[in-house]
């Protein structure tokens, strides 16, 4: 029997922007050191990163990512092994993993907030042979994972201020239990005798973990191809210009996001903006004034509080090409809240995941559909999955969204599960995203929900999302969140929990807030949507990416 090929209603829509879903772009043999070098040359004077005021070309650059790895070779370190980075965002973290990819390490990131039982998982998992922290942890945080990871020979410490004028010198002691601990400066001598391996697309160069939210933090092996890959494969609707870019992300560089758009910037030579600290709305809105940003890229949440503040609405965006969003739902209230700001035409929304590189569709500003996620990026095949029929639902249908494609990780690393994380259907590799949606007839791929962030209401599906979507259209509410809290007296069922956060000048009581809510709720949604509890607080909790934290107002929820 001949296997039915799944709807592929995007085609369409691919050949009315003049472009071939199946024609994937050819992908350099070049690292992230290769880009940097080559860029060293050709645009020596052309800032590269900015910094809390301080700017560093491109040909500086290149110099200390030499530097570095002189540093890290005369450790012992040698093309394969794992460095840590358990850093914020920092200029150290750009030229660590330009470092890297010149002796052909293998990078795993690391949140700057993992406690130490996380960190010693992750460390002991990817097999660590140097860590590169900061300062103000190492006291404890580090300290308190000393002789826990075996194969961890080298503690590298610096600090966010480090290469800022006058940075103090750091106090570190030499020895951390069987580990040797070094200062970053004092690690990078100024005569450099590096030989850059040459670039291997298809060996692992990341372990990226996911948030372990289902559990322990998986390693999700990656390979330069994908990166770069998917850089290309959405570069197809954003067209980066070489040399002429100017990117203000907030994105942390230790998630695959911030990875990404790192990865992309300095592919084209572009200007990088560094954010520290995203919640620094002032900070970086500053920076962005000093340098005008061609091309913005933040989660929501980054977004709301970007657009609560003055001062960024009155920026210049005359210059700005893109503004992107991504890692979490952006409703369309809040995308024509921004255009209204940055002008029309410019909000580019990308959908994705760390085991997929991360893009795996994209809302591009010359066709965008207000309301999803876009079409599948080249060569990315997208299928809306019946988990319980294991079969294909008909466009318009929700069910969970299975993703195939050349940016699809390796597998995950010391999985139990012998896929790796990943299902071979159909001759294909398939990762199932866990996210449930829907695709219409032009290809364009609606987000329900999470799965885990679906409730059950009576026996009806209810989707977070829609519900959120409403509130969000109140002028004074800042943020939402629907969670579920098991119905006792309905076992299966849930109790649909908001929590709302005002807007800084909202002019509006708690009492009078519930009433105007509820009534809008009940304008809009069927009654079994409607939220039964409603719970104000000062602030709604964002993970360290700066995504709604769901996970801390469920444990709320059902406590």
Not at 4 to 32: C, D, F, K, M
Not at 495 to 521: F, K, M, W
């Amino acid at each position: 029997m001949t296997q039915q090929i799944w709807p592929r209603p995007w085609l369409s829509t691919y050949q009315s922007l003049g472009l071939n879903w199946a024609q994937l772009p050819v992908v350099p043999e070049q690292h992230l050191g290769d880009y940097v070098s080559s860029h060293a040359q050709q645009f020596p004077d052309r800032v590269a990163l900015v910094y809390l005021g301080q700017t560093f070309t491109y040909s500086a650059l290149d110099i200390l990512a030499n530097r570095l790895a002189t540093g890290l070779q005369q450790l012992g370190l040698h093309k394969g092994d794992v460095l840590a980075i358990h850093l914020p965002n920092t200029p150290q973290y750009v030229v660590a993993f330009i470092a890297a990819s010149r002796l052909g390490l293998v990078i795993t990131s690391l949140s700057a907030l993992l406690t130490p039982p996380e960190l010693i998982h992750q460390l002991n998992d990817a097999k660590a042979r140097a860590l590169l922290t900061f300062d103000l942890v190492f006291p404890t945080v580090i300290t308190a994972i000393k002789d826990c990871v075996a194969s961890l020979h080298n503690v590298i410490v610096t600090s966010p201020a480090s290469w800022l004028p006058n940075a103090p010198a750091l106090q570190l002691p030499t020895q951390l239990g069987a580990a040797n601990v070094h200062d970053l400066t004092a690690l990078m001598p100024s005569e450099t005798q590096v030989t850059s391996v040459p670039a291997d697309l298809d060996a692992v160069a990341f372990l990226q973990y996911t948030g372990g939210t289902t559990g322990r933090s998986k390693g999700a092996r990656l390979n330069l191809r994908q990166i770069f890959g998917n850089n290309l494969q959405v570069d197809v609707f954003n067209q980066y210009r070489l040399g002429q870019e100017v990117i203000a992300s907030a994105f942390p560089l230790f998630h695959i996001g911030g990875s990404a758009i790192m990865h992309n910037a300095l592919r084209v030579a572009a200007t990088l903006i560094i954010t520290p600290d995203p919640r620094q709305v002032d900070q970086f809105t500053h920076a962005m004034r000093m340098h005008p940003p061609t091309v913005i890229a933040n989660v929501p949440a980054l977004f709301q509080m970007l657009l609560a503040h003055a001062p960024f609405t009155e920026l210049d965006f005359s210059n700005l090409r893109l503004a992107i969003s991504g890692a979490a739902p952006f409703t369309a209230t809040e995308i024509e809240r921004l255009s209204s700001i940055i002008g029309p035409g410019k909000v580019c929304e990308v959908y994705g995941m760390t085991e997929t590189s991360p893009v795996q569709t994209c809302n591009p500003p010359a066709a965008f559909k207000l309301g999803s996620v876009g079409i599948p990026v080249l060569g990315t095949d997208l299928r809306i999955w019946d988990i319980d029929q294991a079969c294909d639902m008909p466009l318009g249908e929700p069910g969970e969204i299975i993703v195939s494609g050349p940016q699809v990780m390796l597998g995950y690393l010391s999985s139990a599960d012998q896929s790796g994380g990943l299902i071979e259907l159909d001759e294909s590799t398939w990762m199932f995203t866990g996210d449930i949606g829907w695709l219409d007839d032009e290809g364009y791929l609606h987000l329900c929900d999470r799965s885990k962030d679906m409730l059950i209401v009576g026996g009806y599906k209810v989707f977070s999302v829609e519900v959120e979507a409403v509130v969000q259209s109140l002028k004074w509410v800042a943020m939402s969140a629907l969670v579920g809290r098991p119905d006792h007296d309905r076992p299966g069922n849930d109790v649909g929990r908001l929590y709302v956060q005002l807007a800084p000048n909202a002019d509006i009581g708690e009492a009078s807030a519930r009433t105007e809510l509820l009534a809008l709720c009940r304008q809009h949604l069927a009654p079994y949507k409607v939220p039964r509890e409603i719970v104000f607080v000062a602030a709604i909790p964002l993970t360290s990416v700066g995504k709604i934290d769901k996970k801390v107002l469920r444990a709320q929820a059902a406590a």
